[in-house]
């Protein structure tokens, strides 16, 4: 499937999209090798080889999967060898979807393009050694080949003899000049340098784009939305248009107007003169790309189609001449004065559409003339007959904040000397930011106390230069902080010089003609110099003299301007002399002098003469270059007047410095500081701070032996500003972050984040001071409207967002989404989840709106589709409605009262457009009206929901009423371009527009009273944007708008900041007279900060009361005196100094006359005060913002940890009160921290928090610390498939995981169960098991169909996983690839085929049931969820879907057919469900005689469809006393029948169960029903025919929680499922009860085969229980349990002869004789030998079993301190062998008990004297260790012994270690004999050695009769098996395999080896021939493995499941075939 080809806009990086740095997606065979290339300095692939077959690199790996790249030029950057053969093959798909191969290589004849039937040969033109841009036009290609155009590329392939660097598609035609940067082979070499060939031709008809490529840019973040449209071209200049006066020049006085010809809604004429359109100019620029067989224009942008910055700018300039020459006059001016009216045109009316439309309201017939006219019309920049007033206040809006950075940009970030302010760029304006000190946080501060410091800082006050017409690519400031200097790129390159004091632009700079790259002010502020591009694109470097520049009479002089052809990256003047400066670029260092007017410049020798290159980090060398320099630094606190040697520092591309003597001319040293390149670089105070494209900051000192500070910031460093003080940092990113880096203590603030695309749509949030805006980068991001910091963010990669709407109520802190592929998402932003996802569109979804209520959301898209949800059925569609076309965009408005919506229809036939107007409740249509717009952009309602605001696309303001549909209003011409979007203030008192000039403007709602004809509405505009604005909203006194070029600006409105201003006033006076009343315990210090006063009733201030964060609304309460200040509520933060704590308002108030001593003969101040706090009551209460300032939430109780507010997953945690709570039980207020989340929607939801004190991933104070790891954004587990099911010969194991995950037909005899991930379905009478698998996650439940044909199940989890659907017909089976979701698989049992993936649930299912004709299937959804869904299974497709309030526990279906009713049990009793023809019609049933809902845990139907209900325990009643049992729970028999047709409810009563039982499941027939509980009873009742009562009848006691009941419909025999993880098939005629699948509880840890019985298997588990298995398959199940107090650790199995007249206890002398007579009975195969059984425990105690006749224990021994790892039996003899995991070793005789040694040798200590305390003191003596024996590293892990009739070897291993020794039987020395030692293996390109993982052990057993074998495994070389030959001490073979092995046996020949991996990967290995056979089925890591006694079947356990494998037939395919006999000879004849 192709991409998006929007999403390809405008080129894509194929190596990039296919994640070059993993290779993931990349086949590389043969001779493929990645380099770093010197010329170019990037990482290359290197493809070499004979054959090019065999050597090549191609995408993607599978040849099934297509790359879908539509784009229509392929660019190639590669390097070619002439004398070798390359081939690259384009695999392209046509519109037929037909496959075509083309060929491009240097063996083909160039004569022309060879077409042959299996693709086109393409002759590479010629091979050279330079780097070559090849462009492969795909259509021109295929043209003659084909008839079918050109659809996309499928694969490429590029085969040796070649070097490649990346690919790139695109349907624009790019040349070596203006490539974008990321397809730039090299920033700093200059183009012609390299070649760029066609083929097959040069495309001709492709278009171009209009901008420059900036000098560095990350991909994702382009200055202009993805488009493909320019602007319009520009109108003629006033001096040429007819009748006008000449244009004023730019500095010309404010108020100059110009008269020019302006372009009208539809591309009328205007003065005579035809004007053309938008679509024209487009086509006349030949943006519109045309394939010869038909004209196709490039693909559309997702969103809008604003235009580029240059154009847009053009288009600015055309319109607001008169605004640009005030602005560069008088400065930054924000508001109406910056933007004055526009002059008139003389020609009113022509090309203008009709100003009167036909207006049609329900009354009126179509196409009639309205009933009366239009109340006022104007044109905007015409002259109105009456002029309007004045828009007040004056200016309405000012900007208070810009969040964008243009951190694609280097060096565009600086510092002002001598202030706390730094000034970057932003797209064209240049922000000058105040940055608050960061004061060191005292040692030892809390958490806390360091966020509450952060918080303290006020946001930074911003000011703007604005002026620029296009973007912004250097700055610099002054050495006295009084300029700054600014440089624009493109073809009008000038340099603005701007007076930091009042921002004025004091001039204007011109001496190139484009492509300025940096810019300087000299030290003593003389002197401008810039580098840019002449007429003839050769660097110059021009000087101009500006020592006069303030002087009025004198004029800036250019003094020189001097070409040179060295290239040049960057520029400074010298610090060290005047009039000399340096210059560096590719491979040159200069200094030039100015001298006569002249630039004079020598070389450096870029050698150094001791040849010293010192390197830190890896890397290309500086030494071995090219060497393109990046930035120069010079040592600071140097005058302009030098001394005799200064240094200089020159930063490279390659990451080095380059230190330069500056009195010598020579280079003195290289150092290689980063592994990429640096961007920026710092020297001042003996320190060094370099910034690269690694994303590492570094601090260094001068001699740069090592980094003082490292920080790594989320993208590459571009810009550095070091303070005055040279204290602090500010630190600019590629991806738009700014900060400031403390440099004594590390403290990091964040100032600004920016998104890196066009962003699209804003949205506020009605109960927050937050508001949420969404870009084409993909990302949600959420702000806080005060502090413009970004609190969460949500991700969607490669997809764009288009709007966004926040749910209105408070309780629902949702917010929906919409984006450019047609989906609509719903996010829980508290949660940071996703709730719901949609697709109902088929393009770019437009608009998202909330009905006031929150019980709708309309979604209107550009497919011409509107939709509605039902919220309360999660967002399921209910509602369609088609605009009659589907390329117009569908616009949705909603009336603040939720009394209508409105959106439009169009009517393709006639051509007209209408909007609709409906009923907000009913839906029912209420008004239609005709108008004569082609489209609109932006529909809105007044604040009284009386009038309806429509913005059409011909630039037109349409104003309708209500109240008859007439049209009272309209405004033309409201923008000099296409308008883009509008807003209403809430207040109704403003309305704004905006459009692609970037001009906002602000309209006064007039009444309809005082409008007049032919007048304007009072009106201001407003510059700041420096391209298209997209969106705006108003919010709680700001306006907030959105638009291209990265951009956020928050605006103040002036009449809510002096409503706020008034308020301001009454709060200090009432605080005055409050501090007049305190008592003088309360009163402030006298020394007291005047600062530190006001901040007290600052409402900007976070300590204040008067902020959102502490306001307690219009008077505080009494008890809430306690606390009044944000600081104190933070638990553990002193208060600021001359803070104080005040008493609430209401204290006083209600206590007046409760003061102290001092205060009470100030009675008039507290009446007076009194007084002032009512009256600041009321204005609070009569604010027009009242009820909407509340802020965030505060919390009750104060937060202790800002990091214990949320828990891992981004829930909130339960606070508890704090220990410093108010004594009286009153609350304390506390503000909870904003934590800030981030989520992945494309493949990952996991949440993500970025405090703002780790904006640096990681600061290092000291070296480098390998182990320190930054946090990137959590996300889930990559996309996996399903495994296969396995292939075993079955399986042991039932997963209760759920309730209803086990099914029994007896029909059809189906009986299926779950086992974690996967269904077994088993037949009971021969045991065969067959696997259906279909999910990745546990399964919850199952169901099957009533005639056994269909299974669907479900997980327990969400999962992430690709799965392509198997049926195309099913609309909701689509591949999972944006978000999680829980899967509901419907299976063909006959055929084990998938038939349907359902999806709709995000969380998990609770349970699944299917009606009685296998028509329809019902899913409940889990929590949050709580979802009710009915599906149809015979088409695959969504039926209805409801939510219930609280969680339904199960549901089960009374009938079906065409309207099947269901009912459903949980927290809200018994629901009675039908299925109408759209949705579901709930209804409630009543229990008994509750007036409430009674809770219910089980239901069950009968044949009949009468229902069976059991209550939940003690529900709604509760004992008289606590000594009264609690109230017996009820079971009902409820027939619903009548109540479905309309009538009552029939119900009887059929048991009552005791108060503690909970029922869980059930089953019923027509008179009889069984019962299970919780407590593992199993009832049956049966009812009797004559009086129609229930009675018990019989009942079975099982052995845990049942979870799971199916029956037979006599309820005689039934199958059931218990928590135990055990399956019973019970009969309740005779109470029996057998276990058919049994389970393990808990994991399995250990497998040990009977030696007496192959089908027999012991095994130890988790839960420490030792249990002996029969293992089927016919009685599969657990033959003994044996529970101890310790958990077993190991076991062994041992044999023995019964013998009544022995016993165990004997004297010495009995014994000896005894086990005599053992050891010779023992050989006697005639006797019968019985088995008994060894168990090793956690304690170190020793238990043996006697299993036969009876199971009992003989005895138990404490034999080891430590847990038992080994316990090892002698064949013959009555001893056995222990080891611990301290490495002690006992031997101990298994009659008499009795310690026979105790062996120290291997402890960690080593031997040691025997103690009273130890085994050794107290049976046997110590035995003293050798001195060569050393035991290995970490506890002992195995232990094992020779085979064979003396056992006389015995091996210990060790994680690094393995030593063989002599048994200690009778020998307890334990001399080694042999050992191995093992290294840990180096990873791969590193010195570092793989840590072994703690889970996996060390693995040892001995070679079936080869004693001198032993195999050993070990966690330090993972994946191998080592043979050692122990007499000969070398490892004589070696077995590995690809994965990490966790468990190890041998066959009992010793010809095989069964192995366990840590990847759920079984492997069977043919010792001999090393050859193995991978068996998959898993689901977790293998940790036990065994063969049985017989050795042809081979058991393993992973998690709590057994496998059994038919392992001889496996093992005969891995034996290798004898060699041939050899070939006779003469000599043998």
């Known amino acids: 499937m192709p991409l998006a080809p929007e999403w390809q806009h405008p080129f894509v990086n194929v190596f990039k999209i296919c994640d070059v740095d993993t290779m993931k997606e990349f086949e590389a065979k043969g001779d493929v090798t990645e380099h770093m290339d010197k010329i170019i300095g990037k990482k290359v692939f290197k493809i070499r080889g004979a054959i090019p077959a065999g050597n090549y690199l191609r995408v993607p790996r599978n040849k099934q999967q297509t790359l879908g790249l539509t784009g229509r030029i392929l660019y190639v950057q590669l390097k070619v060898t002439p004398i070798k053969v390359f081939v690259i093959h384009i695999e392209a798909v046509t519109e037929d979807q037909n496959v075509h191969r083309v060929s491009v290589s240097n063996m083909y004849s160039p004569d022309a393009p060879k077409r042959k039937s299996s693709g086109v040969q393409l002759a590479f033109p010629h091979a050279s050694h330079r780097w070559c841009v090849l462009a492969v036009d795909m259509c021109a290609a295929l043209r003659g080949l084909t008839s079918s155009p050109f659809a996309f590329i499928k694969s490429i392939q590029m085969c040796s003899w070649l070097t490649v660097r990346t690919m790139f598609t695109s349907d624009y035609k790019f040349t070596l000049e203006n490539l974008p940067s990321d397809m730039a082979l090299s920033h700093a070499l200059d183009s012609g340098v390299f070649e760029m060939a066609w083929l097959p031709k040069e495309a001709a008809d492709a278009p171009t784009l209009d901008f420059m490529p900036p000098p560095k840019r990350i991909s994702g973040r382009r200055r202009t939305t993805e488009s493909a449209k320019t602007a319009p071209a520009a109108a003629k200049s006033a001096s040429s248009a007819k009748g006008s006066t000449s244009a004023p020049t730019r500095g010309s006085a404010r108020g100059t107007s110009a008269t020019g010809a302006t372009t009208s809604g539809r591309g009328g004429v205007r003065n005579g003169s035809a004007v053309p359109n938008d679509h024209a100019n487009d086509q006349h620029s030949g943006y519109m790309s045309s394939d010869n067989e038909k004209g196709t224009p490039p693909p559309p942008s997702p969103v809008r189609t604003p235009l580029s910055p240059i154009s847009a700018a053009e288009a600015i300039r055309r319109t607001t001449a008169a605004n640009l020459a005030a602005m560069t006059a008088a400065s930054t001016v924000v508001g109406a004065a910056a933007v004055p009216q526009r002059p008139g045109d003389p020609d009113v009316t022509a090309g203008f559409p009709r100003r009167t439309p036909a207006i049609a309201n329900p009354s009126t017939a179509a196409g009639a003339q309205p009933n009366r006219p239009v109340i006022a019309a104007a044109t905007l920049g015409v002259d109105a007959t009456i002029q309007c007033p004045p828009l007040v206040p004056d200016p309405a809006l000012s900007l208070v904040r810009m969040n964008s950075y243009s951190g694609e940009f280097v060096r565009c970030l600086v510092w002002i000397p001598g202030g706390d302010e730094v000034a970057f760029t932003a797209a064209s304006v240049v922000v000058i930011m105040r940055i608050s000190d960061v004061p060191p ?23 703007y230069l604005l002026g620029h017409t296009a973007f912004v690519c250097a700055l610099a400031a002054s050495s006295n902080g009084e300029l700054v200097a600014s440089a624009q790129e493109g073809k009008e390159a000038v340099v603005r010089l701007w007076d930091v004091a009042t921002c004025a632009c004091l001039a204007i700079l011109n001496a190139h003609a484009s492509g300025l790259s940096c810019v300087d002010i000299s030290p003593d502020v003389r002197a401008v110099a810039a580098v ?64 006569a007017g002249q630039l004079r410049g020598t070389s450096l020798r870029l050698v150094p003469q001791n040849k010293r290159v010192t390197s830190h980090v890896g890397g290309v060398s500086a030494a071995l270059g090219p060497n393109i320099f990046t930035d120069i630094a010079f040592e600071a606190g140097v005058g302009v007047y030098g001394v005799d040697a200064f240094k200089v520092y020159v930063s490279s591309a390659s990451g080095a410095v380059f230190q330069v003597d500056y009195t010598t001319r020579n280079l003195d040293c290289i150092y290689q500081l980063h592994s990429a390149a640096i961007n920026c ?47 602090r940092v500010a630190i600019g990113t590629e991806t738009g972050a700014l900060g400031c880096l403390h440099i004594p203590d590390h403290s990091y603030i964040t100032l600004l984040r920016s998104h890196s695309g066009a962003v699209n749509a804003v949205a506020v949030d009605p109960n927050r001071d937050h508001f949420c805006t969404v870009s084409t980068d993909g990302t949600l991001r959420i702000w806080h409207l005060l502090t413009y910091q970004q609190l969460y963010e949500f991700d969607a990669p490669g997809e764009a967002v288009t709007c966004v709407a926040y749910h209105p109520l408070p309780s629902n802190h949702e917010l929906a989404a919409g984006f450019a592929n047609g989906r609509v998402r719903v996010f829980d932003v508290s949660t940071t989840t996703l709730i719901q996802e949609q697709q109902q569109h088929r393009a770019p979804v437009a608009e998202l709106a909330f009905t006031p209520a ?66 907000g409740k009913s839906l029912e249509p209420f008004m239609r009206i005709e108008t004569d717009a082609e489209a609109y952009v932006k529909l809105a309602f007044s604040s009284d929901s009386k009038e309806l605001w429509a913005l059409a696309s011909c630039r037109r303001l349409d104003r309708y009423e209500l109240a008859d549909g007439h049209v009272v209003q309209q405004i033309f011409e409201v923008s000099s371009l296409d308008v883009t979007t509008m807003a209403m203030d809430p207040l109704g008192r403003y309305v704004l527009t905006a459009g692609n000039d970037g001009i906002l403007r602000m309209w006064a709602a007039m009444p309809i009273s005082a409008l007049q004809p032919c007048s304007l509405p009072p009106h201001q505009a407003f510059v700041g944007h420096p391209s298209a604005v997209l969106g705006a909203a108003f919010h709680r006194g700001h306006l907030i708008t959105v638009g291209d070029a990265d951009f956020i600006c928050v605006w103040r409105v002036t009449a809510d900041a002096l409503h706020q201003q008034q308020l301001q006033q009454a709060a200090r006076a009432a605080a005055a007279l409050r501090l007049a009343a305190l008592p003088l315990a309360l009163q402030p210090p006298e020394d007291a900060q005047p600062a530190a006063m006001a901040a007290l009733n600052d409402p900007h201030n976070v300590l204040s009361r008067a902020a959102p964060w502490t306001s307690l609304g219009p008077v505080a309460d009494a008890g809430d005196h306690y606390l009044t200040t944000r600081a104190a509520a933070l638990s553990g933060v002193p208060l600021p100094p001359g803070t104080i704590l005040i008493p609430a308002p209401a204290a006083l108030l209600a206590h007046p006359d409760g003061l102290t001593a001092t205060t009470t003969g100030s009675q008039p101040a507290a009446v007076a005060f009194n007084a002032t706090a009512a009256a600041l009551a009321s204005a609070r209460i009569s604010s027009p913002a009242a009820g909407g300032d509340s802020g965030p939430q505060l919390s009750p109780w104060p937060t202790q940890q800002l990091k214990s507010t949320y828990d891992g997953v981004g829930r909130p945690r339960p606070r508890s009160p704090a220990p410093g709570g108010a004594a009286d039980g009153s609350s304390v207020l506390a503000v909870t921290a904003l934590p800030q989340h981030t989520q992945t929607l494309s493949s990952s939801l996991s949440p993500r928090s970025v405090h703002p004190l780790e904006s640096p991933r990681s600061l290092a104070v000291e070296q480098h610390r390998p182990g320190m790891s930054s946090p990137t954004r959590a996300m889930l587990p990559p996309p996996q498939l399903p495994q296969p099911p396995p292939k075993c010969s079955w399986l042991l194991g039932y997963t209760p995981t759920g309730c209803n995950n086990v099914s029994w037909r007896p029909e059809t005899g189906l009986f299926a169960y779950v086992v974690q991930d996967m269904v077994v379905l088993e037949h009971l009478a021969t045991r065969h098991q067959r696997y259906l698998r279909g999910h990745t996650q546990p399964l919850a439940c199952l169901a099957t169909s009533y005639d056994g044909t269909q299974l669907a199940a479900a997980p327990l989890a969400p999962e992430l996983y690709n799965v392509d659907p198997s049926s195309v017909t099913s609309v909701l089976a689509v591949p999972c690839t944006t978000a999680p979701f829980a899967d509901v698989v419907v299976w063909d049992i006959a055929s084990g085929r998938e038939r349907w993936r359902l999806r709709y649930h995000t969380q998990a299912v609770q349970a699944l049931s299917f ?146 039982a909970a029922v869980t499941a059930m089953a019923a027939g027509i008179d009889s029903a069984l019962v299970a509980t919780a407590q593992g009873h199993v009832v049956r009742f049966r009812r009797s025919t004559l009086s129609g009562t229930w009675t018990e009848d019989t009942a079975v006691q099982l052995d845990g929680r049942v979870l799971s009941l199916s029956a037979e419909p006599q309820m005689a025999d039934a199958v059931v499922a218990t928590s135990t993880s055990t399956i019973w098939f019970v009969g309740m005629q005779d109470t029996s009860s057998v276990p058919i699948v049994c389970g393990q509880p808990a994991p399995v840890l250990a497998l040990l085969p009977a030696p007496h019985d192959p089908h027999v298997m012991a095994s130890t588990s988790l839960d420490g229980l030792l249990r002996v298995w029969h293992l089927g398959p016919e009685d599969a199940e657990p033959i003994i349990e044996l529970r101890s107090s310790s958990a077993c650790t190991a076991a062994a199995f041992v044999m023995r002869i019964s013998d009544s007249s022995t016993t165990l206890r004997q004297d010495m002398e009995e014994e000896e004789e005894e086990a005599t007579c053992a050891s010779e009975r023992a050989l006697d195969p005639q006797l019968d030998p019985q088995p008994m059984l060894l168990g090793g425990y956690q304690d170190g105690s020793l238990r043996l079993f006697a299993l036969a006749p009876a199971v009992e224990l003989q005895w ?35 009659k008499s008990t009795r310690l026979i040694s105790y062996v120290t040798t291997f402890t960690a200590l080593g031997p040691s004297s025997p103690s009273a305390n130890s085994p050794s003191g107290r049976r046997g003596a110590a035995v003293p260790a050798p001195s060569s024996a050393r035991p290995g590293t970490g506890p002992l892990q195995a232990v094992a012994v020779s085979p064979g009739a003396g056992a006389s070897v015995a091996a210990a291993a060790w994680q690094d270690r393995l030593v063989v020794f002599p048994s200690p039987w009778d020998d307890p020395s334990c001399l080694p004999i042999s050992f191995y030692d093992c290294q840990p293996v180096a990873l791969r390109g590193s010195s570092e050695r793989i840590r072994p993982s703690p889970d996996v052990p060390a693995l040892l057993a001995f070679v079936g009769t080869a004693t001198k074998l032993i195999t050993f495994s070990s966690p330090l070389i993972p994946g191998a098996v080592v ?35 840590t990847d759920r990967t079984v492997f069977l290995v043919n010792l001999a021939s090393g050859n193995f056979e991978s068996l998959t089925g898993h689901t977790g890591p293998v940790v036990a493995v065994s063969f049985t006694a017989a050795g042809n079947q081979a058991v393993t356990a992973a998690g709590n499941v057994l496998m059994v494998w038919d392992a001889g037939e496996v093992l005969r395919k891995l034996v290798p075939s004898p060699d041939p006999p050899p070939r006779k000879t003469l000599f043998d004849f």
């Open 681 to 727: 670089l710092l020297v001042a105070d003996g320190l060094a701070i370099t910034g690269g494209d690694d994303r590492l900051l570094r601090a260094w000192p001068l001699d740069f032996k090592d980094y003082l500070l490292e920080a790594e910031h989320e993208g590459a460093v571009t810009g550095l500003a070091l303070s005055p003080d040279a204290l």
């Open 1411 to 1556: 009606s009685p004709d296998g028509r329809w299937l019902l899913s409940l959804g889990r929590e949050p969820e709580r979802s009710v869904v009915v599906w149809d299974v015979f088409e695959g497709l969504l039926v209805a879907a409801g939510r219930t309030e609280k969680l339904p526990t199960a549901a089960e279906w009374l009938w079906g057919g065409d309207h099947p009713v269901f009912a459903s049990v949980g927290a809200e009793g018994l629901l009675l469900w039908t299925l109408q023809d759209s949705f579901l019609e709930q209804r409630s049933v009543a229990l008994s005689d509750q007036d409430r809902p009674v809770p219910c845990t089980a239901l069950a139907v009968d044949p009949a469809g009468a229902l069976l209900v059991a209550e939940a325990p003690a529900s709604g009643r509760s004992p008289r006393s606590a000594a009264e049992p609690p109230p017996p729970t009820p079971i009902w028999h409820v027939e619903v029948a009548g109540a479905v047709a309309g009538g009552s409810v029939t119900m009887a009563q059929v048991a009552r169960m005791p108060g503690d």
């Open 1756 to 1790: 138990a021994l404490a034999r080891h301190p430590a847990p038992l790892v080994a316990v090892v039996p002698h064949p013959y003899k009555s001893l056995v062998l222990t080891a611990s995991s301290d490495g002690s070793l006992a031997v101990t005789d298994l």
């Open 854 to 919: 929150g019980d709708r959301l309309f979604s209107g898209g550009m497919d011409g589709a509107l939709v509605m949800y039902d919220v309360q059925r999660l967002y399921a569609p209910t509602q369609y409605l088609s605009a009659g076309v589907r390329n117009i965009k569908v616009c949705v408005a909603v009336s603040p009262d939720g009394a209508y919506f409105a959106s439009l229809i169009r009517d393709p036939y006639r051509g007209v457009t209408s909007l609709l107007v409906f009923h």
């Open 1923 to 1957: 043979v050692f030959d122990y007499r000969l001490g070398v490892v004589v073979r070696k077995v590995t395999i690809p994965q990490v092995i966790r468990s190890l046996a041998l066959s009992p020949d010793g010809a095989a080896l069964v192995l366990g991996s």
């Open 441 to 463: 946080v005292a040692a030892g501060a809390t958490a806390l106390a360091a966020e509450a410091q952060r918080l303290q800082q006020e946001p930074g006050k911003q000011r």
């Open 532 to 595: 840019g591009l002449d007429a003839h694109a050769r660097q110059t470097i021009a000087l101009w003299n500006i020592s006069e520049m303030r002087n009025p009479h004198r004029k800036i002089e250019l003094v020189t301007r001097h070409a040179t052809d060295y290239n040049i990256k960057v520029l400074r003047f010298s610090a060290y002399q005047e009039d000399h400066l340096l210059t560096a670029g590719r491979d040159s260092i200069r200094i030039y002098r100015l001298k």
